[in-house]
């Protein structure tokens, strides 16, 4: 049976949009992103060595830079710790706990944003927002 990830669609449908092959260990990364919703290459690489135990540090690398230059994912750069990724969703901003380093998706309006952009002449190709603080659980 395939898990289904965000919004409905399986890891398989995912891979496929992205003109991907659904291999298993694919669609077992697309999976574990998106139960884990941030995820570090070292969890993936934990979580799925469980399931694919001849599974290399490199493998993993390779299917998250393919997923990456496919846009099935994005990369989230921390000032705290190592990389994360999620699935690709609507665009939104981070918080990131300075004491636990969880990262929360803050959904904000940024069109008012990207209208000041543009109107000074500029063509932003992508936007990416991270707020540093302490989540609610940490207050």
């Given at each position: 049976?395939?898990?289904?990830?965000?919004?409905?669609?399986?890891?398989?449908?995912?891979?496929?949009?992205?003109?991907?092959?659904?291999?298993?260990?694919?669609?077992?990364?697309?999976?574990?992103?998106?139960?884990?919703?941030?995820?570090?290459?070292?969890?993936?690489?934990?979580?799925?060595?469980?399931?694919?135990?001849?599974?290399?540090?490199?493998?993993i690398y390779k299917i998250i830079n393919v997923c990456l230059k496919r846009n099935i994912?994005?990369?989230?750069?921390?000032?705290?710790g190592k990389n994360r990724y999620e699935l690709k969703k609507k665009p939104h901003a981070?918080?990131?706990?300075?004491?636990?380093?969880?990262?929360?998706?803050?959904?904000?309006?940024?069109?008012?944003?990207?209208?000041?952009?543009?109107?000074?002449?500029?063509?932003?190709?992508?936007?990416?927002?991270?707020?540093?603080?302490?989540?609610?659980?940490?207050?």
């Amino acid at each position: 049976m395939v898990k289904q990830v965000c919004s409905k669609k399986t890891a398989i449908d995912i891979l496929k949009a992205g003109n991907l092959k659904a291999t298993p260990q694919r669609t077992e990364l697309i999976n574990e992103i998106s139960a884990l919703g941030h995820a570090s290459i070292k969890i993936i690489y934990k979580s799925m060595k469980n399931k694919f135990p001849a599974i290399s540090a490199a493998t993993i690398y390779k299917i998250i830079n393919v997923c990456l230059k496919r846009n099935i994912i994005n990369e989230i750069h921390i000032a705290v710790g190592k990389n994360r990724y999620e699935l690709k969703k609507k665009p939104h901003a981070h918080h990131i706990c300075t004491i636990c380093c969880k990262i929360f998706d803050l959904y904000l309006n940024s069109e008012s944003l990207l209208e000041q952009v543009e109107n000074k002449g500029y063509s932003p190709l992508r936007c990416e927002i991270y707020f540093y603080g302490i989540c609610p659980d940490c207050r």
